[in-house]
């Protein structure tokens, strides 16, 4: 914009001339959370094109105050929007939109066809194996038992138990339980 000086600024574009109320809509009866919503409506409107990459998203308390929901909702939404790759926080300077998801590398490098479907047979590191902890009483056919265990005998305090179990065989009213 050219003033009547012959000065020339440029207008930076404001995140808060988007039209948000347009296309977070929160259904304050679903069973999902507020925040899952915005931010699935959000990554929904970054893959329609609504939010193109580099498009500056408003503060948290901007955004709270525009779509009336608390600001530590917001927080949640842009960490779980960063968490998926869709935006990149930058200190001191705001929340982006980063490119959409097919053309942006994923952070983690998970081959989709192993995902699930096979377990290494060996660990990345040597240890030793040892039967102490080993339950003598189960067997099973099965490969895995998942139960809650035995208690580890060497985590007991045996100096607090042997100080209760003497304290109270010296109390008199505990002593004539003694003569069953």
């Known amino acids: 914009m050219r003033l009547s000086n012959g000065a020339t ?10 039209p948000y109320q347009s296309f977070v809509q929160i259904d304050r009866t679903s069973a999902t959370a507020v925040y899952l919503q915005i931010a699935y409506q959000l990554i929904n409107a970054i893959q329609r094109g609504y939010l193109n990459a580099g498009t500056k998203l408003p503060g948290t308390r901007m955004l709270s105050e525009i779509l009336e929901v608390h600001r ?45 479907a096979l377990y290494p047979q060996k660990t990345g590191y040597s240890f030793t194996e040892s039967n102490l902890l080993d339950n003598p009483f189960e067997h099973s056919a099965c490969e895995y038992v998942f139960n809650d265990g035995t208690p580890d005998i060497r985590l007991t305090q045996i100096e607090y138990l042997s100080r209760l179990y003497s304290s109270n065989m010296k109390r008199k009213s505990n002593q004539r339980k003694f003569g069953y």
């Open 72 to 116: 530590k909702t917001i927080v949640a939404v842009y960490e779980e929007l960063d968490a998926q790759g869709w935006v990149e926080t930058r200190p001191n300077k705001g929340t982006f939109v980063l490119r959409k998801k097919e053309e942006r590398p994923d952070r983690f490098q998970i081959s989709l066809e192993h995902q699930l």
């Open 9 to 18: 600024f440029y207008i930076m574009s404001s995140p808060v001339i988007i």
